[in-house]
């Protein structure tokens, strides 16, 4: 209770619960009278950096998160994930809002952390084994791709021209409006595998998409990307992004001080 008043304070602790600090009821403080439980602060008080604190509060109050949940996000460096790919104003807003969905690239974090897969980093496995595991793992899939997002089809197939195609995962993002398309890939991303990806959102775009919905995203997870790669092979306004996942938790102190050096560059910019 003492680490609970150091690090939020006896003004906001007040006006939060609407009484007076001292006359609130022992074993019914944060029960009763706040949106998170006492499991929850004492998880959220162990986080010294005020802005991930916040984010972390924002998200686990509008996601109903468990404390297990809150427990995972944390530990799979969550905030970092999310902030690395924000400009500075966006990278702010996540203490007071949240990762809120506003475009397309918001629904992007790299790494995507898929350690509740139970996959072996040096083991073999194929396209197929990481496939099935997502979706004998979707609840937890989702909970990673971050909200909003419904889960469509597996290989989901369209023909054109006497030829089959199948795009590995179908989501749809009901935040954004559009669909979301997946693609895995175990190996290096290639130049071939972003033309195939954007002949598959070309198709959706013009022939699934209805008129009030909007653009179709395609993301290619795989296993290592180029930036330049993919800058020099997609077209500027394409809706295609690339993002690598891993089998197992980041190293939450690289995450932190790769997010330092980047607030700073963008400090500088």
Not at 30 to 36: A, G, N, V
Not at 60 to 81: G, K, V
Not at 95 to 112: F, M, Q, R, W
Request: some cysteine.
């Amino acid at each position: 209770m003492r680490q609970f008043y150091l690090t939020y304070g006896k003004p906001q602790i007040q006006q939060a619960a609407s009484v007076e600090f001292e006359n609130l009821p022992i074993g019914q403080t944060l029960s009763d009278q706040f949106k998170l439980s006492w499991s929850h602060y004492l998880i959220l008080m162990k986080i010294d950096n005020t802005d991930e604190r916040k984010f972390y509060e924002i998200e686990t109050i509008q996601n109903n998160w468990s404390i297990r949940t809150l427990e995972r996000q944390y530990h799979s460096s969550l905030y970092e994930r999310i902030a690395l790919s924000k400009d500075k104003k966006k990278i702010e807003a996540l203490a007071s809002k949240g990762n809120n969905l506003e475009t397309p690239k918001d629904v992007i974090k790299s790494p995507l952390v898929l350690e509740f897969l139970g996959l072996e980093e040096k083991s073999n496995y194929s396209e197929t084994d990481l496939e099935s595991a997502i979706i004998d793992k979707l609840k937890d899939f989702l909970l990673e791709l971050g909200k909003g997002f419904l889960f469509e089809a597996r290989q989901k197939r369209f023909s054109f021209d006497n030829k089959h195609f199948f795009v590995d995962l179908v989501f749809y993002n009901r935040l954004l409006q559009c669909y979301v398309l997946i693609d895995l890939k175990t190996d290096e991303l290639s130049h071939q595998d972003l033309g195939q990806m954007q002949m598959y959102v070309n198709y959706f775009d013009r022939h699934v998409r209805t008129e009030f919905e909007k653009p179709t995203i395609g993301i290619l997870l795989c296993k290592k990307k180029s930036d330049l790669l993919v800058e020099l092979t997609l077209p500027e306004e394409a809706n295609i992004y690339a993002s690598e996942y891993s089998l197992y938790l980041p190293d939450k102190q690289l995450l932190q001080q790769k997010l330092l050096e980047w607030t700073e560059e963008l400090g500088q910019g």
